[in-house]
């Protein structure tokens, strides 16, 4: 990898599931600067693996309000659609580490067993998972694939971190190295029926791909860099520095959401502001 200060490359990498609303504005603004002060590169990217939830017209709309912002980025723009194979190659590799089992559970079986054990350790999104199929035998699993049950599939978190030892990440926002700790995540997700790479895998072997050096984005996923540092090492994937920069909040100090359409950049728009204006709102 290049040098992530001498030759900066960041990227803004939305989901196309609502409108871009201000604090998009910030996160696109934030990587775009980062980028041209060192004279760098900017990528966009369309983080779209849940195609279910993801608009062609979301999309179009994004893309029209960050150049009304007056941003502009390199093309062709990686859309995550497009790359279900590169996701399924590395989920095969970290199959053959024998670190990936399939996982037959419905919420309700992991509530159930939660609830039986009376232990609940909970990590950054909810109660951790209890383990029940990383108990399974080789033939108890592949009897429920034959049968057609359907399975996500998890990282056995234990092995991995066998396998990877310590490790860190340069944390721009804390001017020091972090150490990753995903095991405070137990046994995630890395693959699911209908979404068959999960934000995790697609995120972190995108930026691999990318070649970017800084990833910015919001201190709602400085957990998520756990996970991240884990996957590059199981991969053998570059670290970038990571900046998790404050999210902007409403005015009664609460998170802005694709749900609030009055900061949308469209409302915004037509309200008559100014790119210039907008601007300034994010305070950037
Ligand atoms: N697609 C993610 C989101 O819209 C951002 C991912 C990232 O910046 O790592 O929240």
Redesign the pocket.
């Known amino acids: 990898m290049s040098d992530p200060v001498l030759s900066t490359v960041t990227r803004f990498?939305?989901?196309p599931t609502g409108l871009l609303h201000l604090g998009h504005a910030y996160a696109a603004l934030f990587a775009f600067r980062a980028a041209q002060e060192t004279g760098g590169r900017f990528l966009l990217r369309i983080?779209d693996i849940d195609t279910g939830r993801c608009r062609a017209e979301f999309e179009d709309a994004l893309y029209e309000d960050l150049a009304w912002l007056g941003l502009s980025w390199e093309t062709p723009v990686r859309r995550q659609s497009e790359h279900f194979d590169a996701y399924a190659r590395a989920l095969d590799v970290l199959s053959a580490m024998d670190i990936l089992y399939p996982c037959f559970c419905t919420r309700k079986d992991i509530a159930a067993e939660i609830e039986r054990s009376g232990h609940a350790p909970h990590g950054p999104d909810g109660p951790l998972y209890p383990g029940i199929c990383r108990a399974l035998s080789p033939d108890a699993r592949a009897a429920r694939i034959k049968r057609g049950d359907s399975y996500a599939l998890r990282l056995d978190m234990a092995r991995a971190r066998v396998l990877t030892g310590p490790l860190m990440w340069f944390d721009r926002t804390r001017d020091r190295t972090v150490a990753a700790t995903p095991e405070i995540f137990g046994d995630v997700v890395l693959a699911r029926k209908e979404t068959p790479a999960s934000?995790h895998l697609a995120?972190t072997l995108d930026d691999h791909i990318q070649g970017v050096t800084v990833?910015t984005?919001g201190e709602d996923?400085f957990a998520a860099t756990h996970v991240h540092r884990l996957l590059q090492a199981l991969l053998t994937l570059d670290t970038p520095h990571y900046h998790h920069h404050p999210l902007l909040t409403g005015e009664t100090g609460e998170r802005l959401a694709k749900r609030d359409k009055a900061l949308s950049l469209r409302a915004l728009r037509a309200a008559g502001r100014s790119p210039e204006a907008v601007i300034a709102l994010t305070g950037l």
Do not use: G, Q
């Open positions: 990498a939305p989901s983080e934000y995120c990833v984005r996923l």
